[in-house]
C-alpha cells in the first residue's frame, strides 16, 4: 500500500501516523501528543512524510530549532 498524498486520503494519513506512532495519549511523559504534531503537514496533504522526516534528522544533526516538548520537563 502507497502511503503518498496522491495516493491516500486525510483519513488514511491519520491512520498511517496514528498506527505508527501508537497510542500517542498512552505515554507517561506527555511528549507523544509533540510528535503526532510534526505530521500534521502530511496528515493535512500539504508534505510527504519523508519531507518532514527528512527536516526533523537535519534540526536533530545541525542542532536547529525543531518541535518543543511540552510537559515533559523540558522547556522550548
Do not use: W
Request: overall charge negative; hydrophobic content about 25%; glycine content about 16%.
Amino acid at each position: 500500500m502507497s502511503i503518498l498524498i496522491k495516493d491516500t486520503t486525510r483519513e488514511e494519513r491519520e491512520k498511517i501516523v496514528k498506527d505508527s506512532i501508537g497510542n500517542i495519549y498512552g505515554s507517561c511523559d506527555g511528549c507523544m501528543p509533540g510528535l503526532a504534531e510534526i505530521y500534521q503537514d502530511y496528515i493535512d496533504g500539504k508534505k510527504e512524510i519523508r519531507e518532514i522526516s527528512m527536516e526533523f534528522n537535519a534540526r536533530y544533526v545541525t542542532g536547529g530549532d525543531g518541535p518543543t516538548r511540552s510537559g515533559c520537563g523540558y522547556g522550548g
